[in-house]
Structure formats: structure tokens, C-alpha cells
């Protein structure tokens, strides 16, 4: 006998099951707590290959893929990450990342020609090593600048490593950053193919996490395969007719410095540092010989050179900037203008 529908009630109705099952839907991640730490040396098509048990007898190398859940957060040589899954290391295997530590630095610059976006390139370093040749190519003073202002705002130390010095002697190159108290070291190929110097560049990063940055050609990949015995970097040449190197590094590496003193980043020569990312008021503060003397301008004032009553111009001339002379304060200028149109150019 066929029920009438006024006889219905809320147990007749039917609930179509759901086929994913009936469990909540949560946006609650796992903490993973149990994320085993691991140091990243380099980063390969979407593969980080880490160190796991650093300086430990433990220690061994794995490769992960970046967890959904993180997006596309950066993670860069240096970082620290946390990784789940299988962290053996054997062949084959792949863990993946979950989690990026606090970073004590974090370097960026911004990417080259019109596009703003700006590129990662080390976690956790504490010292920018800026490598320039004295000759062959022709050291670049905005190159220069525009890194001790990235390093500045990143809180990194700088270093100043003057390579090729048997075809140039340095002292007139440094005598311009002489105000700002940079460290600096020199350093030459000798007849038989020896970096004479290197020693000196060894004991700066002795127990630090260190970042060689300069233009293609100046010999970082020399250095490196200096300071690191068997590291095997590949070493270019300068063109003669561009004055400019070749690429010979296409992406960023970490190696361990002999007896585990340290950690040293390799990073592809660079045409160019974009600043995009710094104020004009981070860049003033980063000349710290003429940011003391900008405080005499008046309010408003932009510090270019058509800057009505702007008093660099006149600390310069009459040399209250020390040894900063004309040619500090339109490098100044220069990355002011480009912060400003958020151009990055190639010096």
C-alpha cells in the first residue's frame, strides 16, 4: 500500500552519498613538527638538492620538490627547509619541502631591462663578496654601488675582491670607497695558473656563509676553484671585441669551504643589478658619506643634479665629503634616477 505524501516525514528523505567520502573540508594545515631540517646548495627545474645532517656523520644529500601548501614562496641556496617524506637520500628518491625557515638575510635584485619582478638569489648569507676585475673587463663603479646598497639593505657585510691586479694597480679604483670603509682584498693569476691572494680571501669567509656577485669574465669561477679544491667550475673568457665575459655559471651554487669552515654561494655572472625593491630614502642612507651632508638640503629635496639648492653639490666642491668626489655623487644620481623610474640599466 502506497503511502500518502502528508504521511511523510524527515526520516523518508533520501541523502545522495558523496563519492569523495564525508569528511569536512578544512583549510588547516599540518605543522610538521617532525620536518627533518636540511640546507639548500642549489635549485635545478623545479628540484632542490639539500643537505641533510650537516657536519654530522649523517650527513647526506637529497633531492625534494616544493610542498603544494607553500605556493610559489621562493626558496633559494641557503635557505633552511624542512623536509617530509623520504629523506634517504638513495637514488631516486624525492622528499618534499614544507616548510622555509626564518631567514637572518635574504638578497634580491630586480630582474633586467623593463620587467619589475624581482629575483631571489641567496638566503642567510652574512657576506657579499663583489667581485671586479681591475682590467679585462673594465671594472664598473654602478655595478659596484648598486651591490653595497643591496647588501646594506639586506644586512650583509661586503667585501670588495679586486681581481687581475697584474694588469692594474688598485689603489686609484679604492681611494673612492675609501670613505665608506669597505674591506677589500686583491688578487692575480700567477705564472704557473695560482690565484697569489687567495689565502687572504679564505680567512675573510672562514666560518660564514659567503656570496661571490659580479659581471661575467671578472674570475669568480677562478676563485672559487681556488677556495674550494674540486668544486670544478667552469672558467670563460673575456670577448674582445664586447669587453664582456661569457657566461660560464647558470645558476646559483652553495659549496662547503675545506675543513667545513663555511659555506660559499657561486652565483651567475650578471649584466646588470636592478634596485627595484630599495627606497630612495634606503639608498641615501647607503652612502654613508653623503647622507650625513643631505640633511643640509631643504625639506623636499630630490638630490639630483637639477635639485634647486641641493647641498651635495656644494659639500663636494668644497670637500667636506671627504675623498668623495663629482664622480661618487653622480653614481649616487644615477641609481636615485633609475630607483625613481624603476629602471635598472647596465653599468
Known amino acids: 500500500m502506497s503511502r500518502r ?9 533520501r541523502i545522495r552519498p558523496n563519492r569523495r567520502g564525508s569528511r569536512p573540508r578544512t583549510k588547516i594545515r ?29 650527513e647526506h644529500v637529497v633531492t625534494a620538490m616544493r610542498a603544494r601548501e607553500l605556493g610559489r614562496t621562493p626558496i633559494v641556496p641557503g635557505d633552511v627547509v624542512g623536509l617530509v617524506g623520504d629523506t634517504s637520500g638513495t637514488e631516486g628518491s624525492l622528499a618534499r619541502i614544507v616548510k622555509v625557515h626564518e631567514r637572518s638575510s635574504f638578497l634580491r635584485r630586480s630582474a633586467d631591462d623593463d620587467d619589475p619582478t624581482e629575483r631571489p638569489l641567496v638566503a642567510n648569507a652574512d657576506l657579499m663578496v663583489i667581485v671586479t676585475a681591475l682590467a679585462d673587463p673594465e671594472p664598473r663603479g654602478g655595478m659596484i654601488d648598486r651591490c653595497l646598497v643591496a647588501a646594506w639593505v639586506a644586512g650583509i657585510d661586503a667585501l670588495l675582491c679586486l681581481t687581475k691586479s697584474d694588469l692594474r694597480e688598485p689603489a686609484g679604483f679604492l681611494a673612492q670607497y675609501a670613505p665608506l ?12 695558473g695560482r690565484v697569489v691572494g687567495v689565502e687572504e680571501l679564505a680567512a675573510h669567509l672562514h666560518g660564514r656563509t659567503s656570496v661571490l656577485i659580479g659581471h661575467s669574465g671578472v674570475g669568480k669561477s677562478t676563485l672559487l676553484n681556488a677556495l ?22 647558470s645558476s646559483a651554487l652553495a659549496l662547503r669551504l675545506p ?16 634596485l627595484g625593491h630599495v627606497s630612495p630614502e634606503e639608498l641615501l642612507e647607503a652612502f654613508a658619506d653623503l647622507a650625513p651632508l643631505a640633511e643640509e638640503c631643504p625639506r623636499g629635496c630630490t638630490h639630483a643634479a637639477d635639485a634647486p639648492d641641493c ?11 671627504g675623498s668623495a668626489g663629482p664622480e661618487r655623487l ?18
Open 5 to 13: 505524501i502528508r504521511d511523510l516525514d524527515e526520516s523518508d528523505v
Open 259 to 274: 675543513d667545513q669552515s663555511g659555506w660559499v654561494i657561486d652565483t651567475p655572472g650578471v649584466r646588470s643589478f636592478g
Open 181 to 192: 670603509g669597505v674591506e677589500h682584498v686583491v688578487t692575480h693569476l700567477d705564472a704557473e
Open 228 to 249: 674550494v679544491p674540486g668544486a670544478d667550475r667552469a672558467t670563460g673568457h673575456v670577448n674582445d671585441v664586447t669587453g664582456r665575459g661569457r657566461h660560464t655559471s
Open 330 to 347: 653622480a653614481s649616487y644620481r644615477r641609481l636615485d634616477e633609475a630607483l625613481r623610474r624603476n629602471d635598472p640599466w647596465d653599468a
Open 311 to 321: 647641498a651635495l653639490d656644494a659639500a663636494v666642491e668644497e670637500g667636506r665629503a
Open 30 to 58: 599540518p605543522s610538521h613538527d617532525d620536518a627533518v631540517p636540511a640546507f639548500v646548495t642549489a635549485v635545478d627545474r623545479g628540484r632542490w638538492r639539500t643537505v641533510v645532517g650537516s657536519g654530522t656523520a649523517d
